[in-house]
């Protein structure tokens, strides 16, 4: 893909925090990783990790949009489903908390809100 493409995407791991460890590595130990400089995204293109976001209300491309609320629906009935398993470490309320947020994010890129 040429270096002319408009859209902001979503990484292919939805849930990846590269940023997020990197930030808390930085501030815990004062090492700072570098992040990738391309990534590949939910529509399966490579484009520069600043043309990605993981907010609903900046990613304009429809495929990246419906991968990350596929990924934000699993991600919410596997929640709720380890929360129930014998020897949880976590509860069914935390597991609905945890399912509940998953389900916001997914209609916030399915464009059903804002």
Known sequence: MAGNDPYIHVESEVVHGDAAAR?????????AGDLPSRVTTGCGLRVPYAMTSPRPDRVTC???REHARRVHLRLAEEAERLSRMLGSVIGPAQGKLAADWHRDLAEKFSGAQG
């Open 23 to 31: 930030t808390m590595l930085a501030a815990t130990f004062g090492l």
């Open 62 to 64: 429809l495929a990246c």
